[in-house]
């Protein structure tokens, strides 16, 4: 069966950190571009990180640039989301994608037949 089943999320204060993470099953993520979205209430989806299957660039959003990183681990075939220096606008559900694209385009629209996660929620909060 294929499917990626997300961990982590929860209430962190402002400055602090979370890890999420992604494990597939019933394909190779390498195969594929892998990436991390997050919806908060009342706005679309966007982009936060993401890895092209091609050449392994990497796309951050400029909003998260320099606090969010992405990386992969083949051995488990999961990928992670590390957050650091978490901001209140950081509040949003998040979602891992893959298993449809391999470019870098980081958008819910190219990733529109990918296998998404459930989704984990991030509360950024003091």
């Known amino acids: 069966q294929v499917q990626l089943v997300q961990s982590g999320g929860g209430l962190v204060q402002p400055g602090g950190s979370l890890t999420l993470s992604c494990a597939a099953s019933?394909?190779?993520?390498?195969?594929?571009?892998i990436g991390w979205f997050r919806q908060a209430p009342g706005k679309e989806r966007e982009g936060v990180s993401c890895?092209?299957?091609?050449?392994?660039?990497?796309y951050d959003a400029d909003s998260v640039k320099g606090r969010f990183t992405i990386s992969r681990d083949k051995a488990k075939n999961t990928v992670y989301l590390q957050m650091n220096s978490l901001k209140p606008e950081d509040t949003a559900v998040y979602y891992c994608?893959?298993?449809?694209?391999?470019?870098?385009?980081?958008?819910?629209?190219?990733?529109?037949?990918?296998?998404w996660g459930k989704g984990a929620l991030v509360t950024v909060s003091s």
């Open positions: 994608a893959s298993g449809g694209p391999y470019g870098a385009t980081c958008s819910a629209d190219y990733y529109g037949r990918a296998y």
């Open positions: 019933g394909f190779t993520l390498g195969d594929y571009a």
């Open positions: 890895i092209s299957s091609i050449d392994g660039s990497t």
